[in-house]
């Protein structure tokens, strides 16, 4: 019968960062598709579990025996799919199978739906209108991502609203990639800068020095191409934060912060920069503070969960009770599978939540996540820039541009 699996088999492969990750292969008896999961370096506790142990040789082991279990059903009924791979788990956080291979399998069997139907990926899991994300770009790195004498704050990323097609908004976060480095080399002659695990630059910079340039090479650009830039910042604060000291350690800047005092060092930032998005300011279980954040900063910036949320509907649900957030990353292999991501994106959009597609530290050149972006209704999505496995996704948004003539989706806190 049409679109019925024959088989699944998976083999180990190298992420960005050169380390293992899984690929999954899903057969039927007219089409192949395979798919690739990424990984994080700043991981959520509350993510499920990449690998189980055993790593990715025992996720593999794992592929080949839930192959038998899949083997006869529809890759179109995605429901039904991704329900065997939750049985066949049998635990909360993957820990038998691995949220990578989860993922991996499940968005393989919706890339072979997607083949059977002889439709784009986003096509075939699309709900509505199809509209294109507005990228929201890494362009100055710290954190886990960054080796050395990284900035304390994890990423200092720019997200051109004002551009109209896709193409455009990628050149602009380009060209202030490349604004940065000009404004860096000036004022560091002496210094040799390198990028980070994302493309970002890494730089002996303090979080307002970063914010300072970040600024500059901004309306810099802002100014030749006529395209309003928007900056944004995630904390991945949970990297900060002493539980047993109940403070934020700023390794760098050489300080502690209570949670009251991260606060008000967060909203100044925000005023101060006029700071569009925010992601992560606090840690991962303190959905108080975020709210009070939130509410603080209204209308005005996207106050985003990414470790308090982890792409999981329950979280989310938590969040919007206590109106924590209103943003979520999006990460699939958070969660482990289409049907999970989908449901978390649905609960957010009917909450005015904006959800934000992301790509991880360490990614492949798999382009399934510009498909999800376009097709779950993301109007933004968190790529990067420089490297060929974030351009992957960025080409591929293109081509569904150019292609299908989508326009770009409706930018946060607009009424146009």
């Not at 929201?136 to 304390?152: A, E, P």
């Not at 901004?218 to 900056?231: D, M, N, R, T, Y």
Request: aromatic share 6%; charged share 25%.
């Amino acid at each position: 019968m049409t679109g019925t699996i024959r088989k699944v088999n998976a083999q180990k492969i190298l992420d960005s960062r050169g380390n293992a990750t899984i690929e999954v292969r899903v057969y039927t008896e007219d089409v192949v598709a395979s798919a690739c999961a990424p990984s994080g370096a700043s991981v959520g506790r509350f993510e499920v579990r990449a690998f189980p142990e055993g790593g990715v040789d025992a996720s593999i082991e794992m592929v080949n025996k839930i192959s038998s279990k899949l083997k006869g059903l529809n890759v179109e009924e995605q429901n039904v799919v991704d329900s065997v791979i939750h049985e066949f788990d049998g635990t909360k956080q993957f820990e038998k199978l691995g949220g990578n291979a989860a993922i991996a399998t499940s968005i393989a069997v919706a890339k072979a739906a997607a083949l059977e139907k002889n439709v784009r990926l986003c096509e075939h899991i699309a709900d509505g209108r199809l509209r294109l994300p507005f990228p929201l770009s890494n362009i100055i790195g710290g954190g886990v991502h960054t080796k050395g004498d990284s900035i304390d704050f994890q990423e200092f990323l720019v997200v051109p609203l004002g551009a109209k097609k896709f193409r455009d908004a990628a050149v602009a976060n380009v060209m202030v990639h490349k604004e940065v480095a000009r404004i860096l080399t000036s004022q560091r002659p002496h210094y040799v800068f390198g990028r980070n695990d994302e493309g970002a630059w890494a730089a002996p910079l303090t979080i307002k020095e970063a914010l300072e340039v970040l600024s500059n090479a901004a309306q810099k650009v802002e100014g030749e191409l006529g395209i309003e830039v928007k900056i944004g910042v995630d904390a991945a604060a949970s990297e900060l934060w002493i539980e047993n000291e109940k403070v934020y350690v700023y390794r760098k800047e050489k300080c502690k912060k209570s949670t009251s005092q991260q606060l008000d060092y967060v909203l100044s930032l925000i005023e101060e920069y006029d700071i569009f998005y925010f992601e992560d300011p606090f840690g991962e279980e303190d959905f108080e503070a975020f709210a009070k954040l939130n509410k603080n900063v209204s209308g005005r910036c996207l106050v985003t969960g990414d470790d308090l949320t982890v792409t999981n509907k329950e979280r989310l649900k938590t969040a919007l009770e206590r109106g924590s957030v209103s943003s979520i990353i999006v990460k699939p292999n958070q969660v482990g599978t289409l049907t999970d991501v989908k449901e978390t994106v649905t609960l957010a959009l009917s909450n005015n939540v904006v959800p934000v597609a992301s790509h991880r530290s360490g990614e492949t050149c798999d382009s399934a996540l510009a498909h999800i972006a376009v097709g779950l209704k993301c109007p933004i999505i968190k790529i990067g820039i420089m490297g060929s496995e974030r351009m992957a996704k960025i080409n591929e948004l293109i081509r569904l541009e150019d292609e299908m003539g989508l326009r770009m989706a409706k930018p946060p806190f607009s009424d146009s």
